[in-house]
Structures are given as C-alpha cells and as structure tokens.
C-alpha cells in the first residue's frame, strides 16, 4: 500500500509498506479522509526525536476492513472516526481517569509517534472497540474527521478551563484548535469570548465561531485590550492555544484570581516555560493551571459526533485545501509552511 512518511528529520515522502493485520483486539481501517496538522511538522522537524521511514499522521476516518478475533462491537463496512490518541484502556493511568496518559506521560499518543500514523491507504487501530465510534449516516467524512483532534482537544481547552454560565473566556490563538476552543467556550456557556490572533482569515472564522471580540496583537497590547474589556478584572478563563512562552506568560496576566488558565498548545522549543511572579500572585493568588492531551476514546468520539449530528457547529469553514492522496506531498508542503492562508488541509482517498 502506499503511505506517507516521515524518512528522517526533516525528510518527508511517500512509501511503499505492506498492509498491516490486526492483533485480536485490533482493527484494520481503509482510510478515506484525513488531515494534516501542525503536529505533524513537529514531528517532522525532529520534535519527538529521529524517526525513520514512519507514516505520519494521527486526524482520519476510514471504513473497517478488518477485525481480530475478540473485537465485538465494530465490524467490517462500519464506517468509523479514529481519536488521535488511542490509550490502552487496561492500563492504569486509564482507569484513574487520564487515559491519554496510559503507558507514561502522553503514551496514548501513538500515531506517528511509537507506530504508524494513518496517513496509508489502511491503518492499524488499537484495543479497536475502545478507540473508534461509528459515523452517524448523515454526517459526511470531512465534517467527522475533525472530531479526532481538532474538536477533541479545543473543547478539552473549555473543559478544563471551568467556564463559569456567563464567564469571560480569552482564546489565545485562533489557529485549527483556538478556533474550537472558542466554539467550545461559546457551547460552555462563556458571556464573553475573546479571541487573540493577527491573521484576518482566522479572526473571521472565530468570530463565527462565537468570539465576541478580536484583539490583534499586531496592533495593540493584549493585557492592556483584555483588561479594558473586562472592566480590569480580567478573565475567568485564558486558553492558551499556541504553545508558546511568551503567549502562556499573558494567559497568566490576563486570568483573574481564582481562575483558570487552560493550556492545549504544544511547547516544542525552549528548556522552561515562564511563569509572571507578580501576575502570578507571588504563587498565591488561587490561578490554576490546567493542562491535558487530547482525549480519546469511543465514548468521546460518539458525544463530538452527536454535536455535528444535531448541528451545533459544523467545522469544515476551517478547510481551506483539499487534496487527493496522490499529491501528498504538496499537501504537506502547503500545511508545514503555511502558505496560502491556509486553515486545515484535508486529504481525500
């Protein structure tokens, strides 16, 4: 089959690789759609060290090919959404209630990470019937691939950021997963969303999103613009959805006392991550830090699925190129060095 694959930092390519087969409690899918992330040029790049001749990959739906003999619940021709991350279920981390977690800090993370990814013409699917949902008929590929990762984690962003009905949320970034996170804080229940990001195309998409107001860091300074808006308390909630140094320092400035900074950006670079002493309340003003990796899991998927299903928010504004797997490598140009304004690349099979 063909794949794509990482062949060494900073090599990317496509590759001939055999089908994979299942263990028994495993699934082979036939990939149909898929996306590319940001992620994925991380890892390229050498983020999760060297790699070689690994299939990237970790945001696709696909039809069952094939099942192992203790599979119960999925079956071959079921049309089915994989989560980005896929935890061993067994394990206990899982049953403790952080099953992204399972095998070790971000183990559930096993897509072009420690096995294959599913950017293939099939992919292999652990502990199957726990890591995969069924597709309801009325909603299209390209619509429920978000659910993998970009809804998974920007809604995680929400939760973990303990919106009060009514509370003040800043969104930090407004790229594929900011965006959600601001659709989630609007489903939350948030009074007020603002969204911080520089890239016109981006600011639009949030606002449609549910962001109430834009600050462009570009043109004025965002602890400034935030605590005018919300009359110099601050907010309730900072999601900080860029991974960056600097960004998490204001997600701290800009969070009231006794409220929650929530961070679902990657931080690839840099030894520490700074934290404002003053800001911070010399360590003594109730802000709490919150951090997670997205969560996965059947359960998860069915719930991200049903909020497409009865069109409360539809993700494919996000998708500004699509391309066929054969031009794979374009595709991944376009993504990594985000040329043409681009929002989300989606692959079709």
């Not at 359960?299 to 928010?313: F, G, I, P, S, W």
Request: aromatic share 6%.
């Amino acid at each position: 089959m063909k794949t794509f694959v990482m062949r060494e930092i900073g090599t990317v390519g496509m590759m001939d690789k055999p089908e994979p087969r299942p263990g028994p409690n495993d699934a082979i899918v036939r990939t149909t759609a898929a996306l590319i992330c940001t992620s994925d040029s991380h890892t390229v790049a050498g983020g999760i060290g060297p790699r070689t001749d690994l299939t990237l990959g970790h945001e696709a739906v696909g039809v069952v090919s094939e099942v192992g003999s203790a599979v119960e619940v999925m079956r071959p021709g079921d049309r089915v959404l994989i989560g980005a991350i896929t935890p061993d279920w067994g394990d206990p981390a899982a049953q403790g209630g952080h099953a992204s977690q399972s095998g070790g800090p971000l183990g559930g993370w096993k897509f072009s990470n420690t096995k294959d990814g599913v950017f293939g013409e099939y992919f292999h699917v652990n502990d199957a019937d726990a890591n995969m949902a069924k597709i309801p008929d009325d909603v299209p590929d390209e619509m429920a691939v978000y659910c993998a990762d970009m809804l998974s984690t920007g809604f995680m962003g929400a939760e973990h950021g303990n919106i009060p009905i009514g509370g003040t949320v800043a969104v930090l970034a407004q790229g594929p997963v900011g965006l959600m996170a601001t659709a989630g804080a609007k489903l939350r229940g948030a009074g007020l969303v603002i969204g911080v990001d520089s890239v016109p195309n981006r600011q639009e998409l949030a606002r449609s999103y549910g962001a109430d107001e834009i600050v462009d860091f570009t043109t004025e300074d965002v602890v400034d613009r935030v605590m005018e808006l919300t009359g110099g308390e601050g907010v309730d909630t900072a999601i900080e959805a860029l991974g960056a140094d600097v960004t998490f320092q204001t997600a701290v400035k800009i969070t009231k006392p006794g409220g929650t900074i929530s961070v679902i950006g990657y931080f690839g670079e840099g030894e520490f991550v700074h934290i404002p002493r003053v800001e911070w309340g010399v360590g003594m003003a109730d802000k709490t830090i919150a951090t997670g990796l997205c969560p996965g899991g059947r359960l998860r998927m069915d719930r991200l699925l049903r909020v497409l299903e009865t069109k409360r928010l539809d993700p494919t504004p996000m998708t500004t190129h699509t391309f066929p797997f054969d031009q794979m490598e374009r595709a991944f140009e376009v993504a990594d060095q985000k040329l043409d304004d681009v929002i989300k690349v989606l692959i079709t099979f």
